[in-house]
């Protein structure tokens, strides 16, 4: 990424933190250019045209008949994408996908670790920018929003989540937005790397402008 564009997404993301909820990801998806992958996919979409994220988009997806996922085109999302709708965030990285299985899809979003929750088991594990990072991620993926999902290279975890990136419909990748808003380390565990570039790039550029927990931590 050149320097003049990381610099002009910097900003744009900057202008995010001086709104407030739904209508701070709006901005978001506005404002931010589009950010090429070297497989041709869109990082950050447009929303140009566009409403909420629930609502239909002009994807025109074909059914790959061989493994059942999805190619679309339009709206720089890459094909290999399954469909899925949102019915839970549990925390920051973590939420739950229905895909039309007849189990809901526990999801560890890829390449990134957010601050955790206190829970019952854990009333003391509470940390720092934990419950905004989980307000941030609700705000992107508000239940019954209709999602793309991308698989890299290792579907699941250890404890059996599905491993993903989630795209909303105006092609805006989740996992890179909540690390570019700070809300959000960038974490790469296995062979999942894809977009590992372009995730501790954002990582850096949150930290160094104070974004999110890098200034409030």
Not at 51 to 71: F, L, R, W
Not at 201 to 207: N, P, Q
């Amino acid at each position: 990424m050149s320097a003049p564009h990381k610099r002009s997404r910097l900003v744009s993301v900057i202008i995010v933190l001086a709104l407030v909820g739904g209508a701070a990801i709006a901005a978001y998806s506005s404002a931010t250019s589009p950010e090429s992958h070297s497989d041709g996919a869109s990082l950050v979409g447009s929303t140009e045209g566009s409403g909420s994220a629930s609502e239909s988009s002009s994807t025109d997806p074909d059914i790959d008949a061989e493994n059942g996922t999805e190619n679309v085109t339009g709206n720089d999302i890459p094909s290999g994408v399954f469909a899925a709708t949102v019915t839970y965030v549990h925390d920051g990285d973590t939420l739950y996908l229905d895909n039309g299985s007849a189990e809901e899809l526990k999801v560890r979003l890829i390449g990134l670790d957010t601050p955790e929750l206190a829970s019952q088991q854990r009333p003391d594990a509470e940390e720092c920018y934990g419950v905004e990072a989980r307000e941030l991620l609700r705000d992107f993926l508000p239940e019954g929003t209709d999602v793309w999902a991308l698989e890299d290279r290792e579907p699941e975890d250890r404890y059996g989540r599905s491993l993903l990136y989630v795209y909303l419909q105006d092609g805006t990748l989740v996992n890179l937005a909540m690390v570019e808003l700070g809300a959000a380390e960038a974490l790469k565990v296995g062979l999942n790397d894809r977009f590992w570039p372009e995730l501790r790039d954002a990582e850096d550029d949150a930290y160094a402008a104070k974004l999110g927990m890098w200034g409030s931590c």
